[in-house]
């Protein structure tokens, strides 16, 4: 059940992650950027739990998710504006 709450919650921080971090190298799509985040979501989870503030088994809460959507989103961009070039 945990993997599905942080599928959740690492779509709305997808979602915020988004209008948080906006830029012409961000990914365009709903989709991407909905996956984007929920990759996030378990990176921050991992982390967490890395860390020690997460048990294990634990997820990550919504503003773990969202900083980890948004380190996501920034390595995506950092990938994307290299491709480009």
């Known amino acids: 059940m945990s993997i599905i709450w942080t599928i959740i919650i690492g779509f709305l ?3 915020i992650a988004k209008f948080l971090m906006p830029g012409p ?3 365009s799509g709903f989709i991407l950027t909905a ?3 929920i990759v ?3 990176v921050a ?3 967490g739990q890395v860390l ?4 294990p088994g634990e997820g990550a809460g919504l503003i773990g998710a969202v900083v980890g959507a948004v ?3 920034a390595v995506w961009a950092m990938i994307a504006k290299n491709r480009a070039v």
């Open 45 to 47: 989870s991992y982390m």
């Open 25 to 27: 190298n961000e990914p």
């Open 13 to 15: 921080a997808g979602v």
């Open 52 to 55: 020690g503030i997460y048990g």
């Open 40 to 42: 996030g979501a378990f």
């Open 71 to 73: 380190i996501v989103l």
């Open 35 to 37: 996956i984007l985040g």
